[in-house]
């Protein structure tokens, strides 16, 4: 058994891009897998400027990790008049989701997909009260957790800034694994699109 730290966000691109790597973690049973959200952007309005510049990192990020991002979703940040991303409130709904027992990984997911593949805001409850819906948690104690309880999701993303000064680590995603002589960095941009070598990868410190 090995541990493993994600940092991450959901409103980080590279991170989507990553996806298939943290799934093949995340189904690992010998991967104690910790995540730990950044909240790299709160509630900000995207300028029609910087949107190309999304856009372009998007292509990239497909190019190289295989990872789709959808019509939907690119139409969106062209042309809609008020594009606004945020951190925090979708790490809300990962942290409100696992209290009811849904993996950080499975949430993250379905707000990745929402966001990148469906084009959908993100940023607003209805949003990620229809992901709630879809992982079958109890939606009014999700909405409740959400709303009434942000002091969960603060602490989270602050033990995560302490961690991240601590280690050294200046974005995301960085993953890093415990070992014997300390905390190890994974090279995991060295296996976009290659799930099988990354499995072997990792299997090496097992």
């Given at each position: 058994?090995v ?8 409103m980080?691109g590279?991170c ?15 991967v ?8 790299m ?5 995207i300028?029609a ?5 999304i ?12 990872m789709?991002?959808?019509a939907?979703?690119k ?5 809609e ?8 409130l ?5 942290v ?8 950080e990984?499975?949430t ?7 966001h ?10 209805t949003t990620?009260v ?7 948690v109890?939606v009014k104690?999700?909405k ?5 309880n942000?002091?969960?999701?603060l602490a989270?993303?602050?033990?995560s800034?302490?961690m991240?000064?601590t280690?050294?680590v200046?974005?995301?995603?960085t ?6 002589n300390?905390?190890?960095r994974?090279?995991h941009n060295?296996?976009y699109?290659d ?12």
């Open positions: 058994m541990t493993i730290h994600y940092f991450y966000d959901p980080c590279w989507y891009g990553a996806t298939p790597l943290i799934a093949a973690l995340a189904e690992n049973k010998d104690a897998l910790h995540f730990h959200a950044g909240g952007i709160d509630n900000t309005l300028a400027s910087f949107r190309q510049h856009l372009a990192s998007d292509t990239q990020i497909a190019q190289l990790t295989g789709p991002f959808a939907a979703y139409q969106r940040i062209k042309a008049k008020n594009v606004i991303f945020d951190s925090y979708p790490i809300q709904a990962i409100a989701a696992k209290e009811q027992g849904i993996t990984y499975t993250l997911s379905a707000i990745q997909q929402c990148y593949v469906k084009g959908l805001p993100v940023n607003e409850l990620l229809t992901i709630a819906e879809q992982l079958d109890d104690q999700f409740t957790d959400i709303l009434a942000k002091q969960p999701t989270h993303i602050a033990h800034k302490t991240m000064a280690l050294a200046q974005g995301f995603p993953l890093l694994i415990e070992t014997a300390g905390f190890e994974l090279a060295d296996f699109g799930v099988k070598q990354w499995q072997s990868y990792i299997n090496s410190y097992l």
